[in-house]
């Protein structure tokens, strides 16, 4: 059941025409561009959990897709019938229900199922899992889900730009969207703020998705920074400047750097992936080669021009030390709201994720050639450094 404060929000209309505001069209313009990436190809069948009016899933009809959508707002399906109606490429079905439960349709029924919004709103840990498990559940093997997170860490520019930091009240709600991702509008003024809604750190996208038995195909920022950009609006209404901002999302949406400066993040899913069972038997620098060539053989990666993946896989290993050195915090005890939260093994598993992240990206560099023998590379290495150090190997 929905939350009466959210039924009440969505059913004051506010949501069929928001993808059509000229700084917004840049969420649906590159969402309808992170899809055709990554959904199967046409005829497919979709299933669009909170599609809302209809934006999405009339879009992708058009495209050549089946699409059923489904909705939790009286409002939203009787404009959804309405625009479907009038559409050369109708839905297939267009039906209430919620995304916690899917029960009416059986197993592996869709080739991809979309959370374009029900996560926002589902403010408990469990109602998210149990959305991510029922979306999986009627994904046939191979397929995909790809589910809409709104980052935490935007709402603060969003606040800044629009000059709603002086409201009372707007730094606390600040505080708690960086803390603990929960927003609330107790005021109802739904001209200055949101609804009840949770915010996702851009990780807990791809925890999430791990929990579901799902593979992580790719973490991709929607709108980056662009929306702060002043004069957004006029380079989208231009094929120019439409373009260059495009081009440019699209070479940053994958880094770890970038995924927290956007307002909307897509997690792309494969459900019940089985890992493959890897052979004992071969060295360190074959496993490191190994999964190296796995990394590089993601659809999301192989889109991608040579120079952006290996900028990928370099910042990568920055990422990992970033980690090490937030494990170190906790284990020392030096955040004041978590405390003690980890010890040093956490350190230690962290700094182990960097030199594994690090050979990978040597790997990447001798395009990931078997006969490079990583682990005497670095052997080699330390020897070298060894040297400098006076100390006789």
Known sequence: MLDDEILRYYNEGREQDRLADPRRSIEFLRTMDILGRHLPPPPAKILDVGGGPGRYALALATAGYQVTLVDPVPLHLEQA???????????AE??????????EWPECSFD??????????????????????????????????????????????????????????AETLLEQHINSGQHRNPSQDYGQLWTTAYLHDPDEMAAEAAAAQCRLIALLAVEGPAK?????????????GRGQVMRLL???????TVLGTSEHVLAVAEPRWTPPVVDPSPGASDLVH???????????NQARDPEALLWGRITKTGEEVGEAISALVAALNHNPRK??????????????DVAMTAL???????????????????????????VRAGITP
């Open 228 to 240: 702060l950009l002043p004069d957004l609006a006029e380079r989208l209404r231009h094929p120019v």
């Open 360 to 386: 990978g990206a040597i790997a990447h560099l001798h395009h990931n050639d078997p006969a490079t023998d990583l682990t005497e590379l670095l052997a080699q290495h330390i020897a070298g450094a060894a």
């Open 339 to 352: 405390g003690l939260s980890g010890d040093m093994s956490h350190v230690q598993d962290e700094l182990l």
């Open 112 to 169: 991809a199922v979309l959370l374009l919004g029900p996560l926002y709103h589902l403010v408990k840990k469990a109602d998210r899992a149990r959305a991510w498990t029922e979306a999986c559940r009627v994904t046939r093997d191979g397929g995909r889900v790809i589910a809409a997170g709104v980052s935490r860490y935007y709402t603060g520019w969003e606040m800044l730009s629009k000059n709603k930091l002086d409201l009372p009240g």
């Open 94 to 103: 267009i039906a209430e229900g919620d995304a916690r439960n899917l029960g």
């Open 290 to 300: 190994a999964v190296s060539r796995w990394i590089d053989a993601h659809p999301a």
């Open 81 to 91: 019938h309405a625009a479907s109606a009038k559409a050369d490429s109708p839905l």
């Open 250 to 256: 699209e070479r940053l949406e994958y880094l770890p």
